[in-house]
């Protein structure tokens, strides 16, 4: 007997269709070949987050930009066809994305965020210029104090230098950041 409600089927089918995705396999790889261990989709914490660095406190989700509306992202479209369902939709996901980072850092989590527009070139040198910027940030998270937050995106893999430089997110910057305005979330 099939006893989920069409709001959690859909929910689960989201988690089954994001688990092992090409663009998280590419951070784990990364992670594990710079020495760092991690557990996967931990079911304990908020949102199951894709990649936990338990003992660094430190968390790591890769995002698609469609289905977690990335804010201001050319992918990050909303369909013609069925509009309004769409918006509800996308707006459910985000609200529920923004929930799991209040709950994470709240619980003194540190988070990164990984749209899947950062790994959109799939060339050597701009994985390796990716695998750069990852691993930096991943260290500057680390050795910050609780409930930083940061988030890596497209604008960041076109300018690892400039990424490199930039300053961690506060949890209320990352919260804007990782919001959508034009969805009303705040
Ligand atoms: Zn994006």
Not at 35 to 54: A, I, M, Q, S
Request: glycine share 8%; hydrophobic share 45%.
């Amino acid at each position: 007997m099939d006893t989920l409600t069409p709001e959690h089927r859909s929910w689960l089918m989201s988690r089954i269709r994001s688990v092992d995705t090409k663009p998280e396999m590419f951070v784990r790889a990364v992670l594990h070949r710079a020495g760092y261990r991690y557990g996967l989709h931990c079911g304990d914490l908020p949102g199951r987050p894709d990649v936990v660095l338990r003992a660094r406190g430190l968390a790591i989700e890769v995002r698609g930009c469609f289905w977690h509306h990335h804010p201001g992202c050319p992918a990050a479209t909303i369909p013609h066809s069925r509009h309004a369902w769409w918006v509800a939709k996308l707006r459910r996901n985000a609200s529920r994305d923004a929930r799991h980072v209040r709950e994470l850092l709240d619980a003194g989590w540190k988070l990164l965020v990984v749209w899947e527009c950062f790994l959109g070139g799939s060339s050597p040198a701009a994985r390796e210029a990716q695998a750069r910027v990852l691993l930096g940030r991943v260290a500057a998270l680390d050795a910050a104090a609780r409930r930083r937050v940061d988030v890596l995106s497209a604008a960041d893999a076109a300018a690892p230098g400039r990424a490199s430089r930039r300053p961690l997110l506060s949890e209320r910057a990352a919260l804007d950041a990782l919001l959508d305005p034009g969805f009303g979330m705040r």
